[in-house]
């Protein structure tokens, strides 16, 4: 860079405006840059960009004046040269260099003003971008492999710079070992240099495990003994412990792992099948911090010999792993139940997310026959399991898998509910709605453990609402409706109830709940914050719901007795703040496209539909209960047909006038009227006439006046049940009903358990 001159533009004496000035023209003559003379005046602020004699043109010099506006509080006036810099063509080791001149912070400071804040975020992205390349950088890493075999010093040197490189240094040192005998002396120190690289080099290292040259995976061994992650314990378990592991592997991994963890392998404190068995399981339970949805997954490259990254989804880089280990355990013990469920997890997990939920199993008819041949135990044993692990999606596959082959007496297990009762009340409207589902398509004809839930939770479905919804329980009417406008904020359909009663109805009448907040002090009616938590957590419909209790920041030490009697509870501070709440509940709720949404909604009501046709059905007598919901819907486009169809089934007043007002509303189908005039009918000869009188008035109007010649048919079947209906109702109490055949009377409900 030029040097200029630099003027001395007054006294600078012992005024601290004078000190200001000097450090300013300290650092702009450090830069290389003069200005013109002007009047000794003193300034307030330190010099800016007018007082550039020569204006920065290279990176390098733009760069230096945003670092020195910057730190000098004058954001404003470096916007320009940040937008220089951004249209100048900086290539990765230039912009390195930049940084490792001026320091980190100095593009980190952008972000403390909102002028230059814009910026800040795709600078730091290019840095790490430009980082990234330069470690992965082919040519410069081979440059560094020679030194490897060299002397001492510039061994060191070399494995400082392959540090930084991680695990793309590993292809070229593997290349480079390859050119030397098994036992060679440069095939040692290839290796002992190796196991002196950064520990984020293992991915790779256990990634050349797999390598068919048995020396290679033996030094691969040694290697991940001398760089210390114990992360690659299990990795080198199955090595170890494998009778058919090549006898230098085995040693080596034995012993790789004893460096790791100071004991030998024949006493490590876990079995090898219990260490594959743990590793698995923790990667089905996503208890691996990965760093993005996105991950370099390092392979090996059986055409190339060497390793080789693959850029892949988080949930195939666990399913590929956690796969692999639950595998490795079956083949030392083939009748390991744990690994058999976490395997089949894998699998299943992946093929939903390769294809779809909605398109599962549809499109992977292949997937699909696995998961059926594993069997009722081990598909029980996974749908728990993704439950307790919060897998709706999994969970949800899972069930509807297991529908097809449960026993249908859906017996408890182990004193607890069968799993498809269980995941009635889990959290999860897939999930919910797949078991529903599946109980009823099992067709049980006896009585069991929690069968009383299965209607309510189909009828849930058909008020479907467009977004997931959250009910805050407060006794503080302002301090509800403040933190349900947060929740509002983050996406919620949020209810404020006042009062436990209420907001327990609230959160059991729809499917749609996914979320309970309720006050520290709430005082209004009956329940305090105890009775709040005893009932939504001894309800099985709300006991698997996220509640978080709010209040002020030391609730937990001051109601300490909260979180031991309720396992699960989580304190949060009290705050109006979307983003804040947001922080606090761990992110927004789920969404559902309205496709799926509606689609739902149509199951539900076919499933209902299917539970009515069936009069003897384990599951009839309950569709009174939720007579109101199936009336409600009824005015729903893309249900009526089959709520139509279930209410006709249903001996209740508010059946037959739902069905009723449907046929008389003329905006509706016409299609929808004729079927529900038939229905209606039917009704009315089962279970005698329920409707109010001005509807039966009202029926007759529309028989006389209705010009569609199906509808006016129908129309005259419903005016022919009332009459014969009333006539019945003049003779004698005992006397059955009709001279053909009497009515059907309801369906008596089946004696049941406690748990109904």
Known sequence: MRQHSVRSIGRCGESRQGRRRAVAVAALAAMGWAWPAVAPTALAQAPGPELFATQPKTPEELWGAVDYLSRTGQHRQAVPYIEAFDK??????????????????????????????????????????????????????????????????????????????????????????????????????????????????????????????????????????????????????????????????????????????????????????????????????????????????????????????????????????????????????????????????????????????????????????EVLAAGPEVLGDLLRGAIATDRPTLAAATAEALGKVADPALAAQGGRPHPLVEALSAPGRRLQLAAAKAIVDLGPSSPFPGSSRVVPTLARFLLNGEKPRAVVVDGNPARAAQVAGALRGLGYEADAETTGEAGFRAATQSADVELVLAAHDNAAGSWDVQDVLSTFRGDARTSLLPLFIYGPKDLEYRRPNLAANYPGVKFIVHTDDPAALERQIGGRPSRLSDEERISQAKQAAETLATIAARPRSLFAPDLAAVGETLSGAIGLHDVEGHVAATLADVPSPQAQRALADAILDASRDVALRRDGARRLARSLQRFGPLLAADQEVKLAEAYAAEDDPELHTGLGAVLGALRRTSRDAERPAGATFGPDRPVEPPPAAPAEDAAR
């Open 88 to 369: 100048a063509e900086v290539g990765d080791a230039e912009l390195l260099k930049i940084r490792d001149r001026f320091g980190p912070g100095s593009f980190l400071r952008l972000a403390d003003d909102p002028a230059t804040k814009p910026y800040a975020q795709p600078l730091a992205d290019r840095l790490v971008a430009a980082s990234r390349n330069l470690q992965a950088d082919p040519e410069r890493i081979k440059s560094y492999i020679p030194a490897l075999l060299a002397s001492k010093e510039e061994q060191d040197y070399a494995v400082a710079r392959l540090r930084e490189s991680g695990s793309f240094a590993v292809p070229a040192i593997v290349a480079e070992m390859h050119k030397y005998g098994p036992t060679s002396p440069e095939r040692e120190r290839l290796a002992y240099n190796a196991g002196r690289l950064d520990t984020s080099s293992v991915p790779a290292w256990i990634a050349v495990l797999d390598s068919p040259d048995a020396s290679l995976a033996r030094d691969a061994a040694h290697i991940l003994g001398d760089l210390g992650d114990r992360r690659a314990i299990p990795f080198l378990t199955f090595p170890a412990a494998s009778p058919e592991s090549p006898a230098p592997v085995k040693l080596a991994a034995a012993l790789a792992i004893e460096k790791l963890t100071g004991k030998p392998f024949e006493h490590q404190p876990k079995a090898p099948v219990h260490t594959l068995d743990d590793a698995a399981e923790a990667l089905a339970r996503h208890q691996y911090e990965l760093p993005s949805e996105q991950v370099l997954l390092w392979q090996w490259d059986a055409a190339q010999g060497v390793p080789a990254p693959y850029l892949a989804k988080k949930v195939d880089v666990e399913g590929i792993f956690g796969g692999k280990l639950a595998g490795q355990a079956l083949l030392l013990e083939p009748k390991n139940r744990r690994a058999q469920v976490v395997r089949l997890g894998f699998l299943l997990e992946r093929a939903v997310d390769r294809v779809g939920y909605v398109n599962f199993p549809a499109k992977d008819q292949e997937t699909y026959a």
